[in-house]
């Protein structure tokens, strides 16, 4: 059953398991960060998504991403980071009060510490948003619920030489396929919005627990839609 994330006592609790690393985290130096904005959409939790602008120039144009982009100088930590870079893309102003805390950083291809930020944006209509057209083609949100139900959730597993290296998360069945390290830092929420409902699809040789990607990501060598259906790509 889906715990009630977006009472307060849901709330506290979340705050309450990040703290630590939140303390730690906002006292280190990272490359970039993103906001994982956590809302209501008709009533329903939901976590906001974004589709990057397909005339972005790099790898990750027209891909699903959270907003969030590279740490500036005049940044007072990742978590402005993340607050500025989503008013700028999506026109939404969240106070740092409705920051919840830091998850898991996770790091890409150029081995760059990339920072969740999760924060309560409350109700929200996603067409509402006036999204900056030059790195934003779409907004949507996706249903916690959705995001929980097993035929909605996929996997990728990376190789590198032949070699298996790790597994890591996809969703399916949105409007668009969440993977990468989205899917990742939707599966650190995930774990924290809802404990014991969420089976985690991280996986390394010989790690134990919660893993978090500390490797650049390599190339898939399977995926599926389903646990237990395997397919080359």
């Known amino acids: 059953m889906l715990p009630d994330c977006l009472s307060a006592e849901g709330e506290l609790r979340c705050r309450r398991l990040l703290a630590g690393a939140t303390a ?3 006292a280190r130096p ?7 904005p956590l809302c209501s959409v008709r009533g329903v939790p939901a976590l906001l998504y974004t589709l990057r602008s397909s005339r972005l120039t790099g790898r ?8 969030g982009g590279k740490c500036d100088p ?29 998850l898991q950083p996770v790091y890409d291809p150029q081995k760059a510490t990339v920072v969740p ?18 790195e934003v083609d779409e907004v949507f949100a996706l249903p916690l619920a959705h995001l929980l139900q097993t035929q909605n959730q996929g996997y990728t597993h990376f190789c590198q030489h032949g070699h298996f290296r790790y597994t890591l998360p996809v969703f ?11 899917a990742v830092i939707t599966e650190f929420a995930l774990q924290l919005l809802a404990p014991g409902t969420y089976q985690p699809r991280l996986s390394y040789p ?3 627990g919660l893993a978090h990607p500390q490797q650049p990501l390599v190339s898939p060598c399977q995926a599926s839609s389903t646990s237990g259906l395997n397919k080359g790509l």
């Open 24 to 26: 730690r985290l906002r």
């Open 30 to 36: 990272a490359s970039a960060a993103v906001l994982v």
């Open 60 to 67: 990750h144009k027209g891909d699903v991403s959270f907003p």
């Open 74 to 102: 005049a940044d007072q930590d990742v978590v402005h980071t993340a607050l500025r870079e989503t008013q700028e893309e999506l026109g939404l102003a969240v106070p740092e009060e409705h920051v919840w805390g830091l």
């Open 117 to 134: 930020v999760l924060a309560g944006v409350g109700p929200l209509d996603p067409q509402s948003l006036r999204p900056n057209s030059e």
């Open 172 to 182: 399916l069945h949105g409007p668009h396929r969440v993977w990468g390290l989205t």
């Open 206 to 208: 010989g790690a134990e």
